[in-house]
């Protein structure tokens, strides 16, 4: 019996962008997905995980969602919405297929969904909310930790975001041409981290989520594809590839983590750092830098390296300075800091971190674990300690604490 | 089809226009222009310029007294001074149409559903 909540993970973001096609409303479609859900749960246990748990899932929450809206279709609006039901049999909306050299995007429901969820009208951390809730199936506490923030600020941002798109009628279709420029941004930004969290999941005894960093790259090489001379899409589709190349290396045979520093760099996927490095080339061909783009740099200069010695950290900490530069945030300050120890020492590095504006990173566990590094380094053990103590108090993955455990007792105990 | 008010903000404290200024004249012209514009693509419902806050009254009912207090609600710099109420497919239609419009009047505009 595969865990459940794996294939709610998996499925979830797929089946509620049909659903909110088939029926018009992000509430009813969430609601119908979980009560579809709640019925695999029930059921699957003894009748078997059906070969399609996608397709079983999205069909059976249509379903219930049409027996639903006859049972309260008092209002007029919902009654409408049910006869719709009947008519549209899940096939594409015609009129969308009009949008010519789009028609294959278009087609894509979880890419209708992600320009909704990124819809300009919406504040720029709400439509991040969103689209990890719709499209990544994240819960409200993941969110938080993915941002930093609150869990009742997330609840709040995504009930209100749902509810101005709801007020607002915003479109369920991909921008016209004209408009997907200025709408692309706060996308690139949001599937972003859907690879972020995927590559290190908040929670789950696995540290990677394959599926939501797979999916974050197939949406990466959509939007390429829709918008090949845009720069900053490429930059992030790179980005995702050349981050995605080290997964192999990234945990050992026993499931524990391993430090880029101590990556066997023979697993590294040396097709998809072709691919990477082909990318960031054209993106300097262009010479329109951006965050991603530069990003997408600084992981073709740790590719680029046989060893660890091997890197080139002058090149990286410019990198590093121009992207501060362009976006002065503290999780940005913080790699800096970091490279900057492993160019010019851990008191360099140290200094460095001591120096940004920590109420910030307080509650951020790479904050602490870096800086753990840092101090281990420079022989400060009591101050090692006390950092990797905060550090294993804020993982909520239990791979990443058991390697901090690990760190930990080594700073202990040198012997 | 959804209808929206889209409110033409001011953000500096006005009184009556002078209608003889350049820039009122223009952005008169172009306001115009842009509502023969919705009228033709089936958009227009209404539009109204509205006098100065100062000629505003409220007006308040409670437990069966009626009160009533010279100049605007809100005693903000920020008032509306101008509206239009269109029908759009939807919000990105209507955003559309917030654009030509800010840029017509050369003022900001805020869009919101009706119920």
């Given at each position: 019996m595969p865990d459940l909540a794996d294939i709610f993970r998996r499925e979830a973001g797929r089946c509620t962008a049909t659903l909110i096609r088939v029926l018009g409303d992000i509430e009813l479609a969430e609601d119908a997905v979980a009560e579809a859900f709640a019925i695999a749960a029930e059921q699957w246990p003894t009748q078997g995980v059906p070969p399609n748990p996608g397709g079983w899932i999205t069909t059976t929450a249509r379903?219930?969602?049409?027996?639903?809206?006859?049972?309260?279709?008092?209002?007029t609006d919902r009654h409408l919405a049910a006869l719709r039901l009947e008519a549209d049999d899940m096939e594409p909306n015609p009129e969308l297929d009009d949008l010519d050299g789009f028609v294959d995007v278009v087609a894509d429901d979880q890419l209708r969904l992600v320009f909704l969820c990124c819809h300009p009208a919406l504040a720029a951390d709400a439509q991040v909310a969103l689209t990890l809730r719709l499209l990544g199936g994240l819960d409200t506490p993941e969110i938080a930790r993915a941002f930093l923030v609150?869990?009742?600020?997330?609840?709040?941002?995504?009930?209100?975001?749902?509810?101005?798109?709801?007020?607002?009628?915003?479109?369920?279709?991909?921008?016209r041409a004209a408009e997907l420029p200025d709408r692309l941004h706060a996308v690139l930004a949001a599937i972003y981290l859907i690879y972020?969290?995927?590559?290190?999941?908040?929670?789950?005894?696995?540290l990677t989520r394959v599926d939501l960093s797979r999916e974050a790259i197939r949406l990466g090489r959509v939007l390429t594809e829709l918008m090949p001379d845009e720069p900053e899409a490429v930059g992030l589709l790179a980005l995702m590839?050349?981050?995605e190349a080290r997964r192999p290396a990234r945990t050992a045979t026993d499931g524990s983590m391993v430090r880029l520093a101590d990556q066997d760099r023979t697993r590294w996927d040396r097709m998809l750092i072709t691919e990477g490095h082909t990318l960031v080339r054209a993106c300097l061909r262009r010479n329109h830098p951006g965050p991603f783009q530069i990003q997408a740099a600084i992981a073709a200069v740790h590719a680029d390296a046989a060893t660890a010695a091997a890197t080139?950290?002058?090149?990286?900490?410019?990198?590093?300075?121009?992207?501060?530069?362009?976006?002065?945030?503290?999780?940005?300050?913080?790699?800096?800091?970091?490279?900057?120890?492993?160019l010019r020492g851990a008191a360099a590095g140290l200094d460095a971190l001591d120096s940004l504006d920590v109420t910030l990173l307080e509650d951020y566990q790479p904050y602490h674990a870096a800086r753990a590094d840092l101090l281990a380094r420079a022989g400060r053990r009591d101050a090692t300690i006390a950092a990797y103590d905060r550090a294993i108090e804020l993982t909520a993955n239990p791979t990443e604490r058991r390697f901090l455990e690990q760190q930990r007792k080594t700073a202990a105990d040198p012997t | 089809m959804p209808r929206y008010l889209l409110s033409v903000w001011f953000d500096e404290h006005y009184d009556e226009p002078d209608l003889d200024a350049p820039d009122v004249q223009r952005q008169m012209a172009r306001t115009a222009e842009l509502t023969a514009?919705?009228?033709?693509?089936?958009?227009?419902?209404?539009?109204?310029?509205?006098?100065?806050?100062?000629?505003?009254?409220?007006?308040?009912?409670?437990?069966?007294?009626v009160s009533m207090t010279d100049g605007p609600y809100a005693e903000t710099k920020e008032q509306m001074g101008g509206l239009w109420v269109i029908e759009a497919a939807d919000l990105d239609a209507a955003l559309d149409w917030a654009a030509k419009a800010s840029t017509a009047c050369e003022r900001p505009i805020e869009v919101r559903p009706t119920g």
């Open positions: 379903n219930r969602a049409i027996d639903r809206l006859r049972r309260e279709s008092t209002r609150p869990e009742p600020t997330v609840a709040q941002r995504i009930v209100r975001a749902k509810r101005k798109l709801r007020d607002n009628h915003a479109p369920y279709s991909v921008p972020t969290e995927g590559h290190t999941a908040t929670t789950g005894d696995s590839l050349l981050t080139d950290w002058s090149q990286i900490v410019a990198l590093y300075d121009q992207l501060y530069a362009m976006r002065p945030n503290a999780v940005i300050a913080l790699n800096r800091a970091v490279a900057i120890g492993e | 514009e919705m009228e033709r693509a089936g958009a227009w419902v209404f539009v109204a310029g509205l006098r100065s806050p100062s000629s505003a009254t409220v007006v308040r009912a409670a437990g069966g007294d």
